[in-house]
């Protein structure tokens, strides 16, 4: 499992960084977020539900059902969309409440 960081959406602002579980996300040089052990992700999505900028995506391996699935989130104030992208290029949306993203 395992997050990948578009540095070109990255702001630098943090916010991902500041709730990372594993401790795993700092900054750069550049003052933009990575991923210092990416074999390490436990897979939270923590960092993706933070992300106001959609700079993080989450691959979704055959292990967790997703055939190859990138999962991102889209802000929109107190909607969260969670962006499911298959390998065909295929979309499916789905929103939540923002403060109930953390419920299941």
Known sequence: MSIKIDQEKCTGCGKCRSV???SLLYKDEAGKT?????RDCWGCTACLK?????A????LGA????RGTILHTRDEGEKLNWIFIK??????????CRNKANQY
Do not use: H
Not at 63 to 66: A, H, S, T
């Open 50 to 54: 933070e992300c106001r900028f959609g």
């Open 56 to 59: 993080i995506s989450y691959f």
């Open 34 to 38: 990575v991923n210092r052990f990416p």
């Open 87 to 96: 390998p065909s290029g295929q979309e499916k949306v789905i929103t939540v």
């Open 63 to 66: 292990d967790l059902g997703g």
């Open 20 to 22: 990372c579980p594993g």
